[in-house]
């Protein structure tokens, strides 16, 4: 994943000032693009996790695969081991994966 990417989208999850509307000529990029798509999605993992999900995490060779099981049903998510370390960068997901989380952080 780019260095622009990956920077972008730690910014986007710590920072609340760091916006998109005001650093739209940033984002707006295609690189840009996908960093909001990336974080959009690792917020929606957050969430669901936050929420009471239970999870399971599977490791292959240049991929993650985080399956999700809650009151509404089952959700597989497919990140990449970079996108994986972004997300276990949250506490609340930390605390959530539990040992899964541990061992990428």
């Known amino acids: ?5 990956i920077r972008a989208v730690q910014r986007l999850r710590e920072d ?3 916006s998109r509307n005001r650093y739209f000529l940033a984002l707006s990029s295609p690189e840009g693009r996908r960093a909001l798509r ?7 993992l957050e969430r669901d996790l ?4 239970s999870a ?4 292959e060779a240049e991929r993650v695969r985080l399956t999700l099981r809650g009151k509404r049903g089952s959700r597989t998510a497919w990140l990449t081991r ?3 370390r ?3 960068a949250s506490p609340l997901v930390r605390a959530a994966l539990g040992e ?3 061992s990428e952080a």
């Open 16 to 18: 609340p000032r760091f």
């Open 38 to 44: 990336i974080h959009r999605h690792l917020r929606s």
């Open 50 to 53: 936050a929420a009471g999900s």
């Open 86 to 88: 972004l997300l276990c």
């Open 100 to 102: 899964a989380a541990a």
């Open 1 to 5: 994943m780019a260095d622009f990417v």
């Open 56 to 59: 399971t995490v599977a490791r």
């Open 82 to 84: 970079t996108e994986f």
